[in-house]
């Protein structure tokens, strides 16, 4: 039985208002693998709100009730001067404190929730900024700063059973829920990506939308041994970013959402502040690389809260075969 819990590992590796942040995102954590876990059997859990997000994508119930869950805990926690998340159009300002909130909060409450009505796993993804030390009033600009300048981040995943794997920038740690106890403990110590691979994750139904680069590399894969490449490689497609993350990080692989011609216009399918950015730097941080093809995803400065980028994350060899094929 791991003897290291989330609590005592924040103790010794984060500043105090850090750790309870971080708690407090653990503890809704905690609430919506619960509420999650009671499926169909809980009233006004699965299915839709009746309502669209600023991304105008159809809100489940539990998005909702997500985004208020973190809301909630991470308030009491009086850790951050502002949040945001994919579910709400504008940055949430708490009001101002003396001293002033060290941090910030992005979010995804919810990631994948197409997947909640049939019972496939989903998970919250998020990211700990620093707030502004300006006098002046927090602006959605105030959140504009690159996935390099993140203190925190990690996601939960709500599978067979609760994971919450961190980054405070010390390597990636990976700790499952005991239910029993209600607490986190520490089941992996410095996760680290295999280098090679043979697995990747792509949305091939998109296949015909793609750019060029995308194609040939996706083309060389599928060709296996008799390619180039001189290997066979296996597919898999969770559709829940965190899950498909998790199996990455956990046994290898590479993961691309790459824009295509249907979804030019947005940028991408995924978030740059809440989904990409996590994301990348957990992988960073386990050894891989994480790129849009064409410039390193924690580089870039985001233009806007809710912006959305191509996304090729995981065992830097494959990440650097695709960023090789965009340069060509
Ligand atoms: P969401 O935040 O609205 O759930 O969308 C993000 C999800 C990712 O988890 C996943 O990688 C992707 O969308 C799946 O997209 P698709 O349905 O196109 O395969
Ligand atoms: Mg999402």
Redesign the pocket.
Same mark, same amino acid.
């Given at each position: 039985m791991p003897t290291m819990n989330l609590s005592r590992y924040l103790a010794i590796h984060a500043e105090p208002s850090l750790a309870s942040l971080l708690e407090s995102v653990a503890r809704a954590c905690t609430g919506i693998s619960m509420a999650l876990g009671q499926g169909a059997l809980a009233a006004g859990v699965l299915g839709s709100a009746g309502s669209e997000n600023i991304?105008g !994508?159809t809100q489940k119930n539990l998005d909702v009730l997500s985004n208020q869950m973190l809301m909630d805990a991470v308030t009491a926690s009086s850790t951050v001067a502002g949040m945001a998340s !994919?579910e709400m159009e504008h940055i949430y300002a708490l009001p101002a404190t003396v001293p002033q909130a060290p941090y910030l909060l992005v979010f995804?409450p919810?990631?994948?929730?197409?997947n909640i009505d049939v019972n496939v796993s989903v998970g919250t993804i998020f990211s700990v900024l620093r707030a502004p030390t300006h006098a002046a009033e927090l602006s959605a600009g105030d959140f504009l700063q690159t996935g390099r300048s993140q203190v925190a981040a990690g996601y939960a995943l709500y599978g067979p059973s609760t994971q919450l794997v961190l980054t405070l920038g010390q390597g990636v740690q990976m700790f499952t829920l005991d239910r029993q106890r209600g607490e986190y403990l520490l089941t992996q110590e410095s996760v680290k990506i295999p280098e090679v691979t043979a697995e990747f994750a792509i949305?091939m139904s998109?296949q015909r939308f793609w750019e060029a680069p995308v194609q040939l590399y996706i083309q060389e894969l599928l060709n296996g041994k008799e390619g180039v490449r001189a290997k066979n490689f296996n597919m898999r497609?969770i559709?829940?970013?965190?899950a498909?993350v998790h199996r990455i990080l956990t046994r290898g692989g590479v993961f691309l959402?790459p824009v295509d011609s249907k979804i030019r216009q947005q940028g991408g399918?995924?978030?740059l502040l809440y !989904?990409a950015n996590p994301m990348s730097w957990l992988i960073e941080q386990a050894g891989g690389a994480a790129s849009t093809g064409r410039e390193s995803i924690l580089d870039i400065m985001p233009g806007s809260l809710h912006q959305r980028i191509p996304v090729v994350l995981g065992a830097k060899e494959e990440v650097s075969r695709v960023i090789d094929l965009h340069r060509a």
């Open positions: 991304q !994508e !994919e995804d919810l990631d994948g929730s197409s949305n998109n497609w559709a829940s970013m965190v498909d959402y399918k995924l978030r !989904e």
